[in-house]
Structure formats: C-alpha cells, structure tokens
C-alpha cells in the first residue's frame, strides 16, 4: 500500500506541544457524535444469546462515558441512548447539525460461518471484496425498517455500480482521516484488547453516506461465533472494547489537534511559499484566501484545461482518481508515483494531493480508479472538480443532473 503518513501531527507530539499554541489556536477535535448500530424494531445481528442494538448500545454508551470523564473539553453526542429505532439518514443529520468533528458508528459482526472472528473498521468507499460488499449489505438493511426508504435514499440499489462510486464521493474529502481513525482503532483492538485484527477496509455504508466529517464503521466482534459472542456479552468483554474505541479516539485527537495548531501556526506567520498558481517545485506551505484553504485550489500543468471561467454554461464536471497526499510538494514525475502518466496536483486542506485523470462520467472515472488502484496504490478514491476547484460531491451531482436533464 502506498500511502504517505501525516507527518507534522507526529512529529509535534514527539517533542511537545507548547500550552501557548493550544491556547492560541484551540483543538480541532470538539465535538464527536457516537452512533450504536441498529435499535428498537432493528435487532441487527442476532446471536444465540445475544442482540446487536443491545451490545453496541452498552458499548456505546461506555465509550461516551470515557472520553466525557478522560477528555471533558470534548463535546459527547449520542444518536441514541435507548432501545429505539433511529433511521440511518437521521443520524447522519445528527452529526451534521452538531457539526461533529468525528463519527463514530459502533457495530457487531455476523457470518454464514461460526468459525468467522475478529474485529474490522470500515471507512466509506468502493466495495473491494465480495465480503466487504457483504457487510454493507447487512448492514444497509436497516433502510428496510424504514418508511418510503426507497424515496429517502434515492431508489439506492447495493448492486448498483454506480451507486458505490457515489457513495465514495461523498465520502472522499474526509478520507485520509477517516483510515488514520480506522488505523488507531485496530491497532488499540489488536494490541490492547488482544482481538483477531481483520483490518481496515472500504465498503458503502448508508449511515457514512450524508456525514460531512470523518466517520467509520467498527464492527467489535462476530456474534455467529459462540465465544466472541460471549465476549461481547460480558461486561468486561464490553468495556475492553470500549476503552480500545476510546484509546483510538484520543490518540486520533492528538494527532489532528496537533495538525491543527501546526496549520494555524504556519498561517498565522505568513511564511513565504509558492503562489497556488504556479507550478513550481517549493515545499514550503503555499499561501491560500480563505476559500481556497477551505475548498482547495487545483493546478494540473499536464492536462490541458477544458473548463472556462468567464463562460459558466460551458462548465463541465471532471472526476479525477486521487491516490496520494503529503505536506511537502513533490514533483509529478517522483518515483513514488511509478507507474502513473499525466500526474497533477492541488493544495487542499493544508496537503499537497496528487491525482489523474480528467473524466466526464463516474463511470470513466470508476474504471480509471480500479486501475490506479492495481497499480498499488489501493487508497485511490475519485474526487469532482468545476472550473478547476474542488467541489463536493453533492454539488458534482446535482450539475450532473442538471446537464442530464437538458
């Protein structure tokens, strides 16, 4: 896998952060909202024994507790905190309307085989394998408990090409963060938790569909396996897990936080760097307005531009497949990117993010990201640009529909 690691967070917590930057500049990490999977007519996964919406309930609730007692400055917000049904959608708005800095959705596993154990951390995205599709089809079925769901969900399809390349859009800005939370998660599970580590994955979950923040989907145990199951239903088994989630978290919290004071920092100096329209090869931090540091300013010196900016009815959306990331430039040919033609870049949320391609359709770009994808970099995700700025997903389709329908 390459991928290039945020390194300025590690490298602040390793000498110290000073009390006169957080004070200065304050902590990126303020409000989480915590989401146990399922509840009232939705069991989830049923064991011998056992309910899904019970066990991450308890689990829940206990992570929540931890990080209002460890952690008081961080804001706690619960999606439920009883037996009863919640619909996907509204607890996505949940999140959005505390404008949470971290979603965390909390889940138990099931299988067809009873010898299936371990835990994995699910992050929006393609579906890579059969049993990642699998998973997110289990545990999309909550929709069904839903009324007029079809309509709701814009007649989502699980078996719709498309419809995954979608879901990784929406998801997409938040990417790096939600697999750095991911990572913290199975890492605490494997090393303090002493849990089967099943590792990071991507699939298309309904609950990530809307967040606008990082998110991820844990899923603690196999309750099809008679002795995870046990494990879950202890409440020992139960605050275990809850203290790895909450581990994960505050480490997840240092590290952003200290991201966060160094970006502050480094604008607030003004330090000289590269103009966002160049294309020159500096690695000092490019100075940005606000909008671009907000939304990203693409430069692409190897395609040549189809967009024009003083016509606007000549707008067309382009996807391109972004693969890597990193805090100092590197030139489009490194050899890092082997393997690669037509590399191009843009500054975006403090990194410097490379891509190809220059599509006009998410299928073009969905083939495009599959073969990125088999050229090692396996974190490739399709990201939209208008006018060669950065745009959301929802913006991306909504001038899609739009041009479809004139």
Do not use: W
């Not at 689990?59 to 460890?70: A, D, F, H, P, S």
């Not at 408990?145 to 079809?150: A, K, P, Q, T």
């Not at 403090?350 to 006009?360: D, M, R, S």
């Amino acid at each position: 896998m390459k991928r290039f690691p945020l390194i300025f967070g590690m490298v602040l917590m390793a000498f110290g952060m000073p009390a006169s930057l957080t004070e200065a500049y304050g902590a990126r990490i303020r409000t989480v909202v915590i989401d146990p999977g399922h509840g009232g007519r939705d069991s989830g996964a049923i064991g011998r024994h056992s309910k899904e919406k019970d066990i991450t309930l308890a689990i829940g609730l206990r992570v929540g507790e931890y990080i209002r007692e460890y952690l008081p400055e961080v804001e706690v917000i619960f999606t439920r905190e009883t037996d009863v049904f919640v619909p996907l959608h509204e607890r996505a708005q949940i999140a959005n309307e505390n404008n949470a800095d971290l979603f965390l959705s909390i889940h138990c596993n099931s299988s067809s085989s009873s010898r299936a154990r371990g835990t994995e951390t699910f992050v929006m995205g393609l579906h890579r394998s059969e049993a990642n599709l699998e998973v997110a089809r289990r545990e999309n079925k909550s929709i069904l408990y839903e009324d007029d769901y079809l309509e709701t969900y814009d007649g989502f399809d699980p078996n719709s090409p498309e419809a995954s390349i979608i879901f990784a859009l929406y998801q997409n800005a938040y990417l790096e963060q939600s697999l750095d939370m991911a990572s913290f998660v199975q890492g605490q599970f494997r090393d303090r938790a002493n849990r089967i580590d099943r590792g990071v994955k991507q699939a298309g979950f309904l609950v990530l569909y809307h967040i606008t923040m990082p998110g991820v989907l844990i899923e603690t145990g196999f309750l099809s396996n008679p002795s995870e199951e046990q494990y879950l239903m202890l409440e020992s088994g139960q605050a275990y897990i809850a203290s790895a989630i909450f581990r994960a978290f505050r480490d997840y919290k240092n590290e952003q936080d200290a991201l966060y004071v160094s970006r502050s920092r480094s604008m607030y100096n003004n330090a000289p760097g590269e103009s966002p329209g160049t294309t020159g090869q500096n690695n000092e931090t490019p100075e940005l307005s606000s909008r671009q540091e907000k939304e990203g300013h693409p430069e692409n010196d190897t395609v040549t531009d189809r967009l024009t900016a003083d016509k606007p009815e000549a707008a067309t959306v382009l996807f391109r497949v972004q693969f890597a990331s990193t805090t100092t430039k590197r030139p489009h040919d490194d050899p890092a990117f082997k393997g690669l033609n037509n590399v191009s870049s843009y500054y975006h949320e403090g990194l410097y993010k490379y891509t190809v391609g220059n599509e006009t359709s998410l299928e073009e770009a969905g083939k495009l990201q599959r073969a990125v994808q088999q050229a090692g970099f396996r974190d490739a995700f399709v990201v939209a640009f208008l006018n060669e700025e950065r745009i959301s997903a929802a913006e991306a389709l909504k001038l899609l529909n739009k041009q479809g329908a004139e």
